[in-house]
């Protein structure tokens, strides 16, 4: 049994052709709009879109010290990078009383008791640094090291 004996496209075209053929207004620009869609619809969902591999990362390499350092080219090394820290964590530190500042002067200029709130953000704060000091006691063991001693090379 062939498939066309059931299904026969001629007499759909005919009776399409026939329908086209008969004066009807707009009959043409119903056709065009009818097209724009079908091909418009069609070119939205063939359209390709091609992903490009991502760029290959830049590697940035960790410099290595020089393997002639001494140890007191180190402990300056150290006691530097120390100091820097120190002066980013001050520079921290007097951004955050700032803003703590300004969110008193807000409240007060509102008309809102910031102390409570002031109260409970330092207990928040007292906890968590607690919290760190407990866990790098864990970690780590005796918290009071004395980092000044003289280092002994224990492999000679």
């Not at 418009?40 to 390709?48: F, R, V, Y």
Request: net charge negative.
């Amino acid at each position: 049994m062939r498939y066309f004996r059931r299904v026969n496209p001629v007499g759909g075209i005919s009776d399409f052709w026939s329908y086209i053929r008969q004066p009807q207004p707009y009959r043409w620009a119903f056709l065009l709009v009818s097209l724009l869609a079908c091909l418009g619809l069609i070119s939205i969902l063939t359209h390709e879109r091609v992903f490009m591999p991502p760029e290959q990362p830049e590697v940035e390499y960790i410099r290595t010290f020089a393997a002639d350092r001494t140890d007191e080219e180190i402990r300056q090394s150290n006691l530097e990078n120390q100091r820097l820290k120190e002066e980013r964590q001050a520079e921290l530190d007097r951004i955050e009383e700032e803003k703590r500042d300004l969110y008193r002067r807000v409240g007060a200029a509102t008309g809102v008791d910031t102390t409570a709130a002031e109260a409970k953000a330092e207990a928040e704060r007292d906890a968590a640094e607690q919290a760190e000091r407990e866990r790098l006691e864990r970690l780590f063991g005796e918290q009071n090291q004395d980092t000044d001693a003289t280092v002994v090379d224990q492999g000679e």
